[in-house]
């Protein structure tokens, strides 16, 4: 199969996979209408279990973009989960620059959206920054 690259594909719908902390992410909404509106949403127990493996395990199984939404910094109920989770995505987003994925592709929020409203209107403001810089490559 061909490499993609940037362009080739007007009609380009990215592969975004979110990550959520439930204890700042919608807990007071209905998590099922939330994953009805919203594809390849994992809601986890802390931003902080989001590992670097998850992030490039995302991208192998075809994710154009990873997006992790956490509580703001002082907040975390599991302490400094967030904080570790936001410097271990800067150190990826530089491993995955070496490889030609540009660090663009996966952003942390640190915020809070306890009804989860924010949720969609921020997978589509990522969504539509991995439109820009079109699908992953594959080798």
Known sequence: MNALKRGEMSDFE??????????????????????????????????????????VDAFKHGADGVLVLGCPVGECHFQDGNQETKKRI???????????????????????????????????KMSDTIKQLGPVEKA
């Open 14 to 55: 990215p592969k975004l996979v979110c990550f959520s902390c439930r204890f700042g992410w919608g807990y007071l909404g209905d998590e099922a209408a939330l994953s009805s509106q919203i594809k390849n949403w994992i809601p986890i127990i802390c931003s902080g279990k989001v590992d670097a493996t998850h992030i």
């Open 90 to 124: 800067q150190l990826l987003q530089k491993v995955l620059d070496a490889y030609g994925i540009e660090p663009g592709r996966v952003r942390m929020e640190l915020s809070l959206d306890p009804e989860g409203k924010k949720i969609p209107e921020l997978v589509k």
